[in-house]
Each structure stands twice: as structure tokens, then as C-alpha cells.
């Protein structure tokens, strides 16, 4: 093989970035893993030297990736920190934190990131619609990522949940478990993911053949508390009591949730007023965090597909030149449903929906 192989055909016979490229040959990647091995190999195949290596990359490198997020403990950030991390460092870097609550804030941290030079920044922004940082003046600067939120910037890359698949793959589940009259308990639709889904319901029931009534889809925070005062009102009997009940007709056989806490102050309602799940209603929620598993009955919920969306934020860093892009890249994975005890009634046919055993 002829000597004047360029850095790009050693990336794509290796299946890298020229970044990592550089990284391998030059020594600063000292991790001796299946990357390093396929880095060397195309190499050798190539007959590729270091030298060339060294003038094909810009020379203000430094290993370092930007992550900003809002609030390091919310749910989604933290487990996209957890599978970042380990990508970021497979790829010979480090990964610098800046954290932001508000548009103004995560300006500021952006702009600290650019001074140290930082080799791309992802940003996960404030969950609030009026709280997005202005995205498009940073394009050309750095290779930029946007993870999930609003799509208000349009020249910046954005990964990130489908939540309109979201909303069809839990009333597909619902429908495929016998439940044909739905509620839906929606987030405040002052954020992007919960307009989305509170926009897809209605349409979606109609489509799938389903029904809900006015009253069934509330809007409200998401709290345990405000899961459990709803699923009161719709259950209870105008009378009162745990021991009476509504009429079938008039209340729903299945409650979609706009988090796992509503969720679990539905069940938790539920069961006072001594209503079977699920053999009489069917409960899901979204996020599925750590009490689903727990609660009784375990919950059915949603999962972000958490990994897709961090190795694509990788895939646009890299490959971006952080020139501007009239058309940047626009990629929503859609959910996985982990189906569990809340929802576990026979269903009617077949379906392909994820199971909690599937999972693992």
C-alpha cells in the first residue's frame, strides 16, 4: 500500500475519528483496547506514518469535551453523564462539567468552555421553553450538540427523545392490554417534550380506535401528590368512599402518566378506593426510575434510549468542522417501554413491546 494514505483513510479503515487517530499514534491515547488495536492495524495496512498525522490536525486539540447541563441530579442528565463519560474517555479525552440552570448562566459556562479550548460542547438545556441559551452564535466556534429540549437553534445538531412516538407507543401498549378508554395525566405543557405528547394524544386515540372523555387529560406538575389527587377524582364515586365506585363507563381502563411520580400516586389511589391493577385499570408512567421496580404493583414506564442518544452526540462532535450548518443534523430516538406488573394483563394478539425481562 502506497505511503500517501491521509489520516481520513486510517479513521475509516479503523472505524474512528482522525481525532482518536492522532490520539493512538501520537501515544496520548494510552489505553491498550480494541480501538488502539484497529487504529495500529489500519496503520500498518496503510503503511501510514505519524508525521502526516501530525500537520493533517488542527494544532489547538485538547482532548477535552464540554457537557452543560441544568441540574446534575435531574434523572435524564445524570444518566446521560454516566454513558458520556466512559465514551468520551474511550476516545482518549476528558470530559469538563459546567453547570447552568438558566439560559443566561449556561452562556456564561459555554463561553468559559470556549476559552480553554475545549474540542466540541454538548448542552443539555433548562427543561423550560423560555429558558433556552441562543445555541446559533456559538456555530463556527466549536462543534456544538444539543441534547433534547426545545429545537430553537437552526444551525446546531440536535439529538434527542421522539416524544410523539413516545405518547403512540404507550397507547399501543395500552390497547394491546385491553385497555380502550384512556387518561392521560400530562406535565405543564410549558416545557417542549410535554406539549409534544400533550399534542399527540388526542389524535393518537382517535387513530388507534380508542376513546377518552373531557376531564380524563389533566395538566398539572409532577408530583406523587398531584398523581394521587387526580386518580381520586376520576375514580372515586361521587359519594365518596374507598368501597364505591364510579361506573365502568365512567371512568378510564387505563392512565397514562407524564412521570413515574404521578404514576405512583396513581396507584397509591388505587388502591385506597380498592380498585385492581391491572386487572381493572392499567397504570404506566415515564422515566423509569428506580421505584418502578419497587412499587406494588412494579410499574410499567418509559426509557429514554439514553445510550443511542449519547453515542450519536459523540458521532455529530466529531464529526463536525464547527462550521456552520444550513441543515445540522435533527435525530429523535424513540422511546423504550419496560413493561411490568401495572400493565402485565393478557393482551389481545401480539405485540412487540420491550419487557422488564427483555431488558436485561
Same mark, same amino acid.
Given at each position: 500500500m502506497s505511503s500517501t494514505s491521509s489520516i481520513t483513510?486510517?479513521?475509516?479503515l479503523a472505524k474512528v475519528s482522525k481525532?482518536?487517530?492522532?490520539?493512538?499514534?501520537?501515544?496520548?491515547?494510552a489505553k491498550d483496547d480494541d480501538i488502539a488495536r484497529r487504529v495500529k492495524d489500519a496503520a500498518d495496512q496503510l503503511n501510514y506514518q505519524m508525521n502526516a498525522a501530525a500537520s493533517a490536525l488542527r494544532s489547538n486539540t485538547t482532548t477535552t469535551i464540554g457537557l452543560i447541563a441544568a441540574d446534575p441530579t435531574d434523572a435524564f442528565t445524570a444518566h446521560m453523564l454516566a454513558e458520556l463519560e466512559p465514551m468520551v474517555n474511550d476516545d482518549g479525552r476528558q470530559l469538563l462539567i459546567g453547570i447552568g440552570?438558566?439560559?443566561?448562566?449556561?452562556?456564561? +459556562?459555554?463561553? !468559559?468552555? $470556549?476559552?480553554?479550548?475545549? #474540542?466540541?460542547? =454538548?448542552?443539555?438545556?433548562?427543561?423550560?421553553?423560555s429558558e433556552l441559551p441562543d445555541l446559533d452564535r456559538y456555530v463556527g466556534r466549536v462543534p456544538l450538540v444539543q441534547i433534547g429540549g426545545p429545537t430553537g437553534a437552526l444551525h446546531v445538531n440536535w439529538v434527542g427523545v421522539d416524544e410523539t412516538a413516545t405518547i403512540k407507543l404507550m397507547l399501543a401498549h395500552m390497547a394491546a392490554?385491553?385497555? +380502550?378508554?384512556? !387518561?392521560? $395525566?400530562?406535565?405543564?405543557? #410549558?416545557?417542549? =417534550?410535554?406539549?409534544?405528547?400533550?399534542?399527540?394524544?388526542?389524535?393518537?386515540?382517535?387513530?388507534?380506535?380508542?376513546?377518552?372523555?373531557?376531564?380524563?387529560?389533566?395538566?398539572?406538575?409532577?408530583t406523587i401528590a398531584r398523581g394521587y389527587a387526580d386518580a381520586m377524582r376520576l375514580f372515586a364515586a361521587p359519594g365518596g368512599g374507598s368501597s364505591s365506585r364510579r361506573s365502568e363507563r365512567d371512568t378510564p381502563e387505563g392512565v397514562i402518566c407524564a412521570t413515574d411520580d404521578v404514576a405512583i400516586g396513581v396507584l397509591m389511589a388505587l388502591n385506597q378506593l380498592s380498585v385492581g391493577v391491572p386487572d381493572e385499570v392499567k397504570v404506566a408512567g415515564s422515566g423509569d426510575a428506580p421505584i418502578c421496580a419497587a412499587a406494588k404493583p412494579s410499574l410499567t414506564s418509559t426509557r429514554p434510549p439514553y445510550h443511542l442518544i449519547a453515542r450519536e452526540t459523540m458521532r455529530l462532535l466529531n464529526a463536525s468542522s464547527g462550521k456552520q450548518h444550513w441543515l445540522p443534523a435533527h435525530v429523535a430516538f424513540p422511546q423504550q417501554l419496560v413493561q411490568r406488573d401495572s400493565t402485565s394483563s393478557p393482551r389481545l394478539g401480539s405485540s412487540n413491546m420491550t419487557s422488564e425481562e427483555d431488558e436485561e
Amino acid at each position: 500500500m502506497s505511503s500517501t494514505s491521509s489520516i481520513t483513510d486510517v479513521a475509516v479503515l479503523a472505524k474512528v475519528s482522525k481525532a482518536t487517530v492522532s490520539r493512538v499514534l501520537s501515544g496520548r491515547r494510552a489505553k491498550d483496547d480494541d480501538i488502539a488495536r484497529r487504529v495500529k492495524d489500519a496503520a500498518d495496512q496503510l503503511n501510514y506514518q505519524m508525521n502526516a498525522a501530525a500537520s493533517a490536525l488542527r494544532s489547538n486539540t485538547t482532548t477535552t469535551i464540554g457537557l452543560i447541563a441544568a441540574d446534575p441530579t435531574d434523572a435524564f442528565t445524570a444518566h446521560m453523564l454516566a454513558e458520556l463519560e466512559p465514551m468520551v474517555n474511550d476516545d482518549g479525552r476528558q470530559l469538563l462539567i459546567g453547570i447552568g440552570a438558566d439560559a443566561q448562566t449556561q452562556a456564561d +459556562r459555554i463561553e !468559559a468552555m $470556549l476559552g480553554r479550548q475545549v #474540542d466540541g460542547i =454538548a448542552v443539555i438545556p433548562p427543561k423550560h421553553n423560555s429558558e433556552l441559551p441562543d445555541l446559533d452564535r456559538y456555530v463556527g466556534r466549536v462543534p456544538l450538540v444539543q441534547i433534547g429540549g426545545p429545537t430553537g437553534a437552526l444551525h446546531v445538531n440536535w439529538v434527542g427523545v421522539d416524544e410523539t412516538a413516545t405518547i403512540k407507543l404507550m397507547l399501543a401498549h395500552m390497547a394491546a392490554h385491553n385497555a +380502550r378508554s384512556i !387518561a392521560f $395525566l400530562s406535565g405543564d405543557i #410549558d416545557t417542549d =417534550a410535554a406539549a409534544q405528547r400533550f399534542g399527540t394524544f388526542q389524535p393518537s386515540i382517535s387513530t388507534l380506535g380508542l376513546m377518552t372523555q373531557p376531564g380524563w387529560t389533566t395538566v398539572g406538575d409532577t408530583t406523587i401528590a398531584r398523581g394521587y389527587a387526580d386518580a381520586m377524582r376520576l375514580f372515586a364515586a361521587p359519594g365518596g368512599g374507598s368501597s364505591s365506585r364510579r361506573s365502568e363507563r365512567d371512568t378510564p381502563e387505563g392512565v397514562i402518566c407524564a412521570t413515574d411520580d404521578v404514576a405512583i400516586g396513581v396507584l397509591m389511589a388505587l388502591n385506597q378506593l380498592s380498585v385492581g391493577v391491572p386487572d381493572e385499570v392499567k397504570v404506566a408512567g415515564s422515566g423509569d426510575a428506580p421505584i418502578c421496580a419497587a412499587a406494588k404493583p412494579s410499574l410499567t414506564s418509559t426509557r429514554p434510549p439514553y445510550h443511542l442518544i449519547a453515542r450519536e452526540t459523540m458521532r455529530l462532535l466529531n464529526a463536525s468542522s464547527g462550521k456552520q450548518h444550513w441543515l445540522p443534523a435533527h435525530v429523535a430516538f424513540p422511546q423504550q417501554l419496560v413493561q411490568r406488573d401495572s400493565t402485565s394483563s393478557p393482551r389481545l394478539g401480539s405485540s412487540n413491546m420491550t419487557s422488564e425481562e427483555d431488558e436485561e
